[in-house]
């Protein structure tokens, strides 16, 4: 059902080409090998997961995507092009925004504020400009401010605009952080772990923001979960990972199915 | 009970009986203060954006005077020397950033703080090797920098407002006013919020570490000229002069290293405390020369009761 010029998903979305390829990443930190030979693709508008137990190599894959880290072997293609080793900033300013496992917030900043730094890459004004507050830069701050009002509105978090985001609780710092990366109007959205911590209300709240973003706003969206269930709910296709090495890849029913990852998760011995 | 008297009751007498000496003093105290404000905010800037205490701070004001001046001397006209000297500060800011913080991303912040140890000992070197040790005159004229004095006369008294004080206080005001449009109404002042909060999180959003800590130390650079300029016209331009960043310590701890208005307001108190209580009670009382210790005192007094300064961002701990 898929090919390179894009699918139809079983509810019957149509899925764009392929935005986004990992040609056989290698990364190795001195004599560990966090990911072996791993290649998959990522199309336009699909909502791409990874899935794999603790220690599999999720996160660094994420990190590879968002230019955190820098594959020892293999290649990332994205819009059709080789994309040369790049900065974290440099990726971001691609179009690819991220958030983090573990929240990376300006915690003494306000929730708007916070947002705002989502526009960081749409701002081109001179810095003149922008001190005097004038033309262009006046122009771009309204437009900006329009976009983060409607995400703002979007994530349903009006209420807490102007609170120091330190003082929020994580549910809702989990929400502020999808909006500072939806603020970049991202060609690519990178969501680590978007449910980690959450109690059952927060993670169907989250489910439906996410689902809603990819609707909406037809974002692409690759996602790392542990939670299975929400997993195979939401996500398109499945790239199951483990021990670093790629165990399955497909759609959730297909992945389901397949011996290798069920072993992995229900703990088959490893030789 | 004279000493009770001399602290509770004869300061105020004589503020009322002679208002224009009280008006001097506060003059005096704004235009000191106005520079202690634009020294704090170098630090708070570059602690903001990378959790740095930047100890060489005092050294680069001595530095940019003593370039200005020695570009002078070298028979460079003295404009294209100032723009000459920000050059300078630029390249400072460049190869600080390459040679000393990008190697040390990471790192504890006392490693960090060492680091600025080093470079303002490189710099004292740097400095004497080039322009030589000897005090020197700051070229103060030369750059149409006014002398003279304007004299009121307020209630029949006297009040001196030497030229120089005067545009001490404009271009500081000025540069204090630009700066904090800069930060809270540009892409880049947002970036430099930002990204003292959270490196990882500053990269995700397009902002580049390297661009931020140059521009932030190359701002600290022309902060460390004025500031040279303005002190360096009053007391010559010598090694001594990296005093007067010291003197922006106890305004850090009073407004906090955080926080931008926290520098402004606290330097300013400062300044005028300082001068007040050296006219009306220091030199009365204890026979003066109170100047040089007042801020510090007023400084632990104030972090008895709030150890995060006036206006520090409260620190809580959840356990």
Not at chain 1, 188 to 197: K, S
């Amino acid at each position: 059902m898929k090919d390179t010029e894009g699918y139809v998903t079983a509810d019957g979305r149509q899925i764009g080409g392929v935005l986004m390829e990992m040609k056989n990443i290698t990364l190795k930190f001195g004599g560990v090998t966090a990911i072996s030979d791993i290649s998959f693709d990522v199309h336009e508008g699909e909502i791409r997961a990874i899935i794999g137990p603790n220690g599999a190599g999720k996160s660094s894959m994420l990190n590879i995507i968002s230019g955190f880290y820098t594959p020892t072997v293999g290649e990332v293609w994205y819009k059709g092009a080789k994309r040369p080793p790049m900065k974290p900033y440099e990726v971001a300013r691609m179009g690819v925004a991220r958030t983090f496992q573990n929240i990376a917030l300006f915690e003494g900043m306000t929730v708007l504020d916070n947002i705002m730094t989502g526009r960081l890459t749409h701002m081109n004004a001179s810095i003149a400009a922008q001190a005097i507050w004038w033309g262009k830069a006046r122009n771009e701050e309204m437009e900006n401010r329009e976009i983060v009002e409607k995400v703002i509105d979007f994530l349903e978090i009006q209420a807490i605009r102007k609170t120091p985001v330190g003082r929020l609780p994580y549910g809702l710092k989990k929400r502020v952080e999808l909006a500072r990366a939806l603020a970049a109007e991202p060609s690519i959205l990178l969501l680590d772990e978007p449910m980690a911590g959450m109690n059952v209300e927060e993670k169907e709240d989250m489910s439906r923001f996410i689902l809603d973003v990819n609707d909406e706003f037809g974002t692409t969206i690759c996602l790392i979960e542990h939670d299975m269930g929400v997993v195979m709910d939401l996500s398109d296709r499945v790239v199951v990972m483990d021990y670093g090495k790629k165990i399955g890849d497909g759609t959730p029913d297909e992945v389901r199915g397949n011996q290798d990852v069920i072993d992995a998760y229900l703990g088959v011995p490893h030789d | 009970m004279d000493l009770l008297r001399d602290i509770f009751i004869n300061p105020f007498v004589e503020m009322a009986a002679m208002p224009d000496l009280f008006l001097q003093t506060l003059w005096e105290g704004l235009v000191s203060g106005v520079l202690y404000a634009l020294i704090a905010l170098g630090f708070v800037l570059i602690f903001r954006s990378s959790r740095i205490f930047n100890f060489a701070q005092g050294i680069m004001v001595v530095f940019a005077a003593l370039t200005l001046v020695g570009l002078y001397a070298y028979g460079i006209p003295a404009w294209i020397a100032v723009l000459l000297t920000l050059g300078v500060m630029f390249v400072l800011a460049v190869s600080i950033e390459r040679v000393v913080l990008r190697p040390l991303v990471g790192q504890p912040d006392i490693i960090l703080f060492m680091a600025t140890i080093g470079v303002s000992l490189f710099l004292i070197g740097l400095g004497e090797i080039i322009f030589g040790g000897e005090n020197k005159q700051m070229i103060t004229s030369e750059l149409g920098i006014p002398t003279g004095e304007t004299l009121l006369e307020p209630w029949g008294g006297l009040l001196i407002l030497p030229h120089l004080d005067i545009t001490v206080v404009v271009v500081g005001g000025v540069l204090v006013a630009a700066l904090l449009a800069f930060l809270n109404y540009t892409k880049m002042g947002r970036a430099i919020r930002a990204l003292g909060d959270d490196h990882q999180a500053a990269l995700s959003v397009g902002i580049s570490l390297q661009t931020i800590w140059v521009l932030v130390w190359f701002i600290a650079g022309i902060i460390a000229l004025v500031t040279g300029i303005a002190w360096g016209a009053r007391a010559g331009v010598s090694f001594a002069l990296e005093v007067i960043a010291y003197k922006a310590l106890p305004v850090l701890m009073l407004g906090g290293l955080e926080s931008i208005t926290g520098a402004i307001v606290g330097g300013l108190m400062i300044g005028i405390l300082e001068k007040l209580f050296d006219g009306y009670w220091g030199y009365p009382i204890l026979g003066g020369n109170t100047e040089t210790w007042f801020a510090f005192v007023l400084a632990l007094i104030v972090l008895l009761f709030r150890p995060q300064g006036l206006f520090g961002e409260r620190i809580i701990e959840r356990v």
